[in-house]
């Protein structure tokens, strides 16, 4: 058996042809996901990068590995503990290991481990390539590697190759040689009913804000605005998003291209999925995975392997953990019972679709402190720190109705407020009881200062905000963060 794992930094759903989007960004994705099975509601556990990649590695959520952020003590997997064996059971039963105890010959084409420091990213690998840009790289520095290893590799079984690509992130660097793809292309239209309100929004990565704490240089990376200061601006914004997908998707038809030469395509199967999405206006947010919400945690995975279901599509709730208790199943391995996600092998064997989970905890420590609900057609997010962010503490949104999130419902929806607080509640006593510690990683963020991409920065905001004529806000942060009472 061959397997490509095709690991798409921030990359939305809802912005690929095969999930519904209106622009040519995935021609070669949506061949690959006509073959195979689609997931629509899958979800990073944990957002963003680092928490997401370990929740998926490890089968466990953050609260039980321990990496929720992107520093302080929550950036790094916990240790297994006292039944800790002679090696990390957490590390050696994971992801990638499933592949090599498959009897698969393991690579990997990535800088994602050095880029976070999380160097456990690589259990399981015979061989790893690192460029070493720290994501910065775009794809076409990458690809003489992928088509070298695959031309090396094509006489050979029983292989799985790993390729992480980072054009869709930003800066969205993709070469100013390939133009726009989509010039003469609109953008959704919810846009007009937010932008006014959003060029005045007063956090973190928002439309005047599109490099967090100061204006993206235009001259090293045109395809991201300074600012978004109007219509042609975000068009301009959202076009450098799609591009960097459109590119991904070059790349990955020439590696089809290679294999179909090489006449292994259909003794190949395919994982496409990525470690989140990405806030493309929604919270009033641009260019950014900062929080818990639909539009960051909501995730695609498409598979196509060889001897399962075709042309597919699964509504199920579904959490990246249950990516490697599904691979063991496949490969008719033992589930182990520190695991906390379910296989969902039957919707890639059977017609009939697997039942899924019946809510989704989602988490995200790193630019906010929130947990969210994913139940029914909602989504509820309990922000704990809110990242300079404008952020009441309850948030409920229709995904079904409002996928982009334009109006929260809390209050006109008290009944399912409790609803999903209750879920909630259920969720957090059964991860205590499982923890050994019985400590809330949640609460050590707090505790060292809250979000990683927030603390020691909150003056610097509060003089970016005054000096772009946002002193109200900047006035209601004073009071928030620097009362004197603190």
């Known amino acids: 058996m061959r397997v490509i794992y095709f690991d798409i930094d921030t990359l939305r759903p809802d912005h ?14 949506d061949a690959i996901c006509s073959e195979g099975v689609r997931f629509d509601n899958y979800y990073c556990a944990d957002a963003p990068c680092l928490p997401s990649r370990a929740a998926c590695l490890t089968g466990r959520f953050g609260f039980h590995n321990g990496a929720i952020g992107h520093g302080g003590s929550c950036a790094d997997i916990d240790k297994f503990g006292m039944n800790r064996w002679f ?17 698969m010959y393991t690579a990997s084409i990535s800088t994602f481990a050095e880029r976070h420091s999380s160097y456990w990213y690589n259990a399981g690998f015979n061989e790893l390539y690192n460029v070493g840009k720290g994501g910065m790289e775009s794809a076409e520095e990458i690809m003489p590697i992928v088509e070298n290893w695959l031309n090396k590799h094509k006489n050979s079984d029983d292989w799985m190759l790993h390729i992480n690509l980072w054009d869709a992130h930003t800066p969205y660097r993709v070469p100013v040689t390939e133009g726009n793809y989509f010039a003469d292309d609109p953008i959704e239209e919810w846009y007009d009913k937010v932008l006014p309100a959003h060029l005045q929004y007063g956090g973190p990565h928002g439309a005047r804000d599109p490099d967090m704490y100061s204006d993206n240089d235009p001259v090293k990376w045109p395809r991201l605005p300074a600012y978004i200061k109007d219509k042609t601006t975000l068009k301009q914004f959202i076009d450098g998003y799609d591009c960097g997908i459109r590119y991904i998707d070059k790349q990955i038809g020439r590696i089809v291209a290679l294999l179909k030469e090489f006449g292994i395509y259909n003794d190949v199967s395919f994982i496409i999925t990525s470690d989140h999405g990405e806030n493309q206006g929604e919270l009033g947010i641009y260019g950014e995975h900062a929080t818990a919400d639909f539009a960051t945690c909501r995730i695609p995975l498409i598979v196509k392997w060889k001897g399962c279901q075709e042309s597919k599509a699964c509504s199920a709730l579904h959490y990246n953990v249950d990516l490697l208790p599904t691979l063991a199943d496949l490969f008719g391995q033992e589930n182990e019972p520190w695991w906390d996600g379910k296989s969902f092998a039957k919707s890639l064997r059977d017609e009939k679709e697997d039942e899924g989970h019946e809510y989704l905890v989602l988490s995200q420590c790193a630019h906010v402190c929130q947990r969210a609900v994913r139940f029914g ?10 990242g300079l ?18 109006k929260n419902i809390a209050k006109d929806k008290p009944q399912l407020v409790a609803e999903a607080k209750a879920l909630y509640l259920d969720w957090l006593e059964k991860q205590m009881c499982k923890k050994k510690n019985h400590c809330d990683p949640l609460y050590t963020v707090l505790d060292e200062g809250g979000p990683f991409h927030v603390k020691g920065n909150e003056d610097v905001f509060i003089r970016r905000l005054l000096e772009t004529g946002r002193e109200d806000r900047a006035h209601e942060l004073m009071h928030e963060y620097f009362r004197e009472d603190q």
């Open 377 to 386: 057609d909602y989504l509820y997010m309990r922000t704990y720190h809110d």
């Open 16 to 29: 690929l042809g095969c999930y519904g989007y209106f622009r040519n960004t995935s021609p070669v994705i």
């Open 389 to 406: 962010h404008p952020f009441p503490r309850d948030m409920l949104y229709c995904v079904k109705e409002d996928p982009h999130e334009c």
């Open 87 to 103: 090696t990390d059971q957490q590390l050696t039963e994971g992801l990638f290991y499933r592949f090599r105890k498959a009897g």
